[in-house]
């Protein structure tokens, strides 16, 4: 899946354009220099940033286990969650979003610098307020590069219900 533009991209590729359009403009012609460093910069800035976002999910895996998925309303429901780096790189940042249609889920959470060959693994509890049958997923991974360029989706679907009785 490729990568999603978000707005400050825009603002780097106007700066991008502009230097361009500077270095070739005869009135700025002994600026040229400067604005063309500038140019390959922010190029540079946007190539590493769509490879880096590119790889951002590669090689990371997700479990989200319970322990029972049959609970009684007042209850707390405990669900582990396990987020794993198999890759060389660094993870700055995995944002676990939980979209589950259980009231007041505590799955979500953002995870930082999850280093290479690391696993980051915590714990969620919501307290159970009303009877009916829940799908605990699905599950969304977010992640992009440093400068917030672009962004990285993966889903995670889920067969697991829960019965709140």
């Not at 005869?26 to 390959?40: E, G, H, T």
């Not at 610098?113 to 599950?139: K, V």
Request: charged fraction near 20%; proline fraction near 4%.
């Amino acid at each position: 899946m490729l990568p999603k533009v978000r707005a400050s991209f825009w603002v780097v590729l106007a700066l991008l354009v502009t230097c361009i359009v500077m270095a070739r403009i005869p009135l700025f012609q002994k600026d040229a220099v400067i604005f063309s460093r500038l140019a390959y910069l922010w190029g540079s800035l946007l190539l590493i940033s769509y490879l880096w976002t590119y790889y951002s999910l590669r090689n990371i895996s997700f479990e989200r286990r319970t322990r029972t998925l049959r609970h009684q309303v007042g209850e707390p429901f405990e669900e582990f969650y396990r987020v794993t780096n198999q890759s060389w790189l660094l993870r700055p940042y995995i944002e676990v979003v939980d979209r589950s249609k259980l009231p007041a889920s505590q799955g979500s959470k953002v995870i930082s610098a999850i280093g290479p060959h690391q696993a980051r693994s915590y714990q969620a509890f919501t307290l159970l307020r009303r009877r009916g049958l829940f799908n605990l997923g699905p599950t969304e991974l977010r992640s992009g590069d440093l400068f917030g360029l672009f962004q990285n989706v993966r889903t995670y679907n889920s067969e697991s219900n829960l019965l709140v009785t």
